[in-house]
């Protein structure tokens, strides 16, 4: 006697078994926010609310100090600009008023001579006092009095350190 062949079952389907239509195109890609637009707002929330207190502070060692702490933020701005943008495009004046300009930074006037990633200067100078910072292309602070510089080896200075500067700047 033969065996016959177990008959298959007609009815319902196991669940995930069903045909399906073929899928659609994907969805959307979110859109990437750029490295220079999240340093940029970070770098608005972290030292822009510090710029606030110190542009507005008219005495003291702050009002003296605070364009130092704008240049330092601006050269590591540039450096996101240039890995952004690349090495060879200029961090020009207008990329400095993106950065610093508006309300918080009104008393701080930033002046960006040479954009170039090897030969980076810019100047900031607090219009209440004229003290005047200049920084390099390796980032490196100065103070700067006349012609006279004086490199920054810590930021944390105080009313007359910026006053021994000059002094030794004019000589005496």
Same mark, same amino acid.
């Not at 060879?88 to 990633?117: N, R, W």
């Not at 980076?120 to 700067?144: E, I, R």
């Given at each position: 006697? $033969?065996?016959?062949?177990?008959?298959?079952?007609?009815?319902?389907?196991?669940?995930?078994?069903?045909?399906?239509?073929?899928?659609?195109?994907?969805?959307?890609?979110?859109?990437? @926010?750029?490295?220079?637009?999240?340093?940029?707002?970070?770098?608005?929330?972290?030292?822009?609310? @510090?710029?606030?207190?110190?542009?507005?502070?008219?005495?003291?060692?702050?009002?003296?100090?605070?364009?130092?702490?704008?240049?330092?933020?601006?050269?590591?701005?540039?450096?996101?600009?240039?890995?952004? $943008?690349?090495?060879?495009?200029?961090?020009?004046?207008?990329?400095?008023?993106?950065?610093?300009?508006?309300?918080?930074?009104?008393?701080?006037?930033?002046?960006?001579?040479?954009?170039?990633?090897?030969?980076? @200067?810019?100047? $900031?100078?607090?219009?209440?006092?004229?003290?005047?910072?200049?920084?390099?292309?390796?980032?490196?602070?100065?103070?700067?009095?006349?012609?006279?510089?004086?490199? &920054?080896?810590?930021?944390?200075?105080? &009313?007359?350190?910026?006053?021994?500067?000059?002094?030794?700047?004019?000589? @005496?």
């Amino acid at each position: 006697m $033969a065996q016959e062949a177990p008959r298959r079952r007609r009815g319902k389907k196991r669940p995930g078994t069903e045909e399906r239509p073929p899928p659609s195109s994907p969805p959307p890609a979110k859109k990437k @926010t750029s490295g220079l637009v999240k340093f940029l707002i970070i770098l608005a929330l972290a030292g822009g609310g @510090t710029g606030i207190v110190l542009s507005q502070q008219k005495g003291g060692e702050d009002f003296q100090t605070a364009p130092m702490f704008v240049l330092d933020q601006l050269f590591m701005g540039c450096k996101v600009f240039w890995y952004e $943008a690349g090495p060879g495009t200029p961090c020009s004046q207008e990329q400095a008023d993106l950065m610093f300009g508006g309300p918080k930074h009104v008393d701080i006037e930033i002046t960006v001579y040479d954009g170039g990633m090897n030969s980076f @200067t810019a100047q $900031a100078k607090h219009k209440g006092n004229g003290k005047v910072f200049l920084v390099d292309d390796d980032g490196v602070v100065y103070f700067k009095h006349n012609e006279c510089l004086v490199e &920054l080896k810590d930021f944390d200075l105080s &009313l007359s350190d910026v006053e021994e500067m000059e002094a030794r700047c004019m000589g @005496t």
